[in-house]
Structure formats: structure tokens, C-alpha cells
């Protein structure tokens, strides 16, 4: 059974500390492996997708990070605006058809950005 | 970019009643639509697999009779939630493919149910 545990389950931080969100997983072939952010009452907004170990993405003050157990993602002088829940998910191959695109969530890490 | 719609954001309703919870792909065609449920604090857990024309798959432990979908169209599929109880409560959020191949979904921005 597919599973994602995220750490720690809620991080305050104060307006430029920079820190990391864990995500472990254990899957049985990995597809690839999925950071969403979800505002409170909205639906999870996309961010990365990273398929193999070594592989890094960035967008803004975000970077995702991937090995074969686990992915960082990693807030550089994070901002008010960065405050969100972020989600990990894990796609596997081990469905076939429609099922390829099911994902299995942790879930979240609440970030907090302190002025 | 790609945009799934849901409607309506947010539901009041009383214990018995049906509630119908539209989720539309805007600009591109959806063949597969997947439906999740998320309860305060915990994992978006998927509900059920939408397919155009065809039935709904149901994960484990989900009522067929209670979670009807129907996915009449390439770019609509409904959730139905019949005779609702409290219990029922939660935030409901469609996605569906890219269609680019990348494993990647396109969520809605999701409807909270309260039934009372």
C-alpha cells in the first residue's frame, strides 16, 4: 500500500527564515511524486512534479527536492503571501489506465509566515 | 493553463435532502474525472473515478448508493450526495488530467458540504 507521511505537521516562520518540509513516501514503483499548495476553502493548487531521484525543481522561493525515499521542499525567505497547507502526493505505476493518475496524498504541512 | 470549475463552492442543506455538486473542465476535455473528499486536517482521500459514458469506479468504503456520479459529457461530471446526514459534512474536490501525459491533475476549487 502506497503511503506519504509529511513533517512536521504545521511550521511557523517568520517573514525571510527559510526551511524545509519532509515528505517521505513508500511506493511501489514511483511515477512521480507531486507538491501541491492549498489556500483554506480551495481546492490544491499545482507546484511540482519531480519523477526520478536527484531531481530538483524551482519556482520563485520554492525548490523540491526528490530522493528515493522522501522530497524536500525547501522555502527560501519565505513571505506572508507563502502561508498555505502544502501537499505531497505519490503516483505509482502500478495502475494502468484512468488509475495511472491516482494520486496518494499526505496529509499537508501548515505553513504560517509571520510578518 | 487548464482550469477545472466546481459548483457550488459552498452547500447548506438539511439532513435528508440531495445535494448535486457540478465539477466542469473548462477549456479542454475531460474523458476521466476523479472525485475527493477532505475532512479538516487530513489527507484529500479519492472517492471515486469518473468516466464519461461509462460507470463510476468506487474506492473501498465508498457507497455507490450514496455518492451518485454521473459524468454525461467530456467536460462535466456531477457528484450527488442523496440522502445527506450530518455526517456527510466535509469539503468535496473534483480533478481531472492534464492530458499531457504527465500524471499531473488539475484540481477545483472545491464545495463545502454542511449538512444540518
Known amino acids: 500500500e502506497d503511503q506519504v507521511t509529511q513533517s512536521p505537521e504545521a511550521l511557523r516562520l517568520q517573514e525571510g527564515e527559510s526551511s524545509s518540509l519532509n515528505c517521505s513516501y513508500t511506493?511501489?514503483?514511483?511515477?512521480?511524486l507531486f507538491w501541491y499548495r492549498q489556500d483554506p476553502g480551495k481546492g490544491p493548487e499545482f507546484l511540482f512534479t519531480l519523477y526520478s531521484a536527484g531531481e530538483e525543481k524551482e519556482k520563485e522561493r520554492l525548490k523540491a527536492t526528490l530522493t528515493k525515499k522522501e522530497s524536500f521542499l525547501h522555502i527560501t525567505a519565505p513571505k506572508p503571501e507563502d502561508s498555505a497547507t502544502y501537499l505531497c502526493a505519490v503516483q505509482a505505476y502500478s495502475y494502468s489506465g484512468a488509475g495511472s493518475y491516482q494520486l496518494t496524498f499526505g496529509k499537508g504541512t501548515k505553513l504560517s509566515v509571520i510578518p | 493553463g487548464a482550469v477545472v470549475s466546481q459548483h457550488p463552492s459552498r452547500v447548506i442543506c438539511k439532513s435528508g435532502t440531495s445535494v448535486k455538486i457540478e465539477c466542469r473542465s473548462l477549456?479542454?476535455?475531460?474523458?476521466?474525472m476523479f472525485w475527493y473528499r477532505q475532512f479538516p486536517k487530513q489527507s484529500l482521500m479519492l472517492m471515486a473515478t469518473?468516466?464519461?459514458?461509462?460507470?463510476?469506479?468506487?474506492e473501498q468504503g465508498v457507497e455507490k448508493d450514496k455518492f451518485l456520479i454521473n459524468h454525461a459529457s467530456l467536460t462535466l461530471s456531477t457528484l450527488t450526495v442523496t440522502s445527506a446526514h450530518p455526517e456527510d459534512s466535509s469539503f468535496y474536490i473534483c480533478?481531472?488530467?492534464?492530458?499531457?501525459?504527465?500524471?499531473?491533475?488539475?484540481f477545483g476549487e472545491g464545495s463545502r458540504l454542511t449538512v444540518l
Open positions: 469518473s468516466n464519461e459514458g461509462s460507470k463510476a469506479t468506487y
Open positions: 480533478s481531472a488530467p492534464s492530458g499531457e501525459n504527465t500524471g499531473e491533475l488539475f
Open positions: 511506493v511501489s514503483g514511483l511515477r512521480g
Open positions: 477549456d479542454f476535455q475531460a474523458t476521466t
